[in-house]
């Protein structure tokens, strides 16, 4: 079911993840299933589904949206901080 944004500037999303989401766990999905049958390595299947339970999009946030805006914040980008004495 393709369920279209209300305000239309959300982005748009299929069951519960965006559609370029979707994509990369299909893609995922298929390169972890060739790499199973081949080699026998489950890591990439777990790095699939792992990536696929962060990106569910419930209320227009997820998981791995909110640990890259922590990160960004906690790390990423310098705080500015001014300090002023006010002589009351």
């Known amino acids: 079911m393709y369920i ?4 239309l500037k959300s982005k748009a999303v299929m069951w519960l993840w965006e559609l370029k989401d979707l994509g990369i766990i299909a893609v995922g ?10 080699t026998g390595i489950m890591i990439p299947l777990a790095v699939t589904a792992g990536y696929a339970v ?3 999009r ?18 990423g980008v310098q705080q500015y901080y001014e ?4 002589d009351e």
């Open 54 to 56: 962060l990106s569910i």
């Open 29 to 38: 999905t298929l390169i972890s299933i060739l790499a199973l049958t081949q």
């Open 58 to 75: 419930l209320d227009d946030t997820s998981i791995k949206q909110f640990i890259v805006n922590a990160w960004k914040y906690c790390v």
């Open 83 to 86: 300090w002023r004495y006010t």
């Open 4 to 7: 279209y944004p209300d305000n």
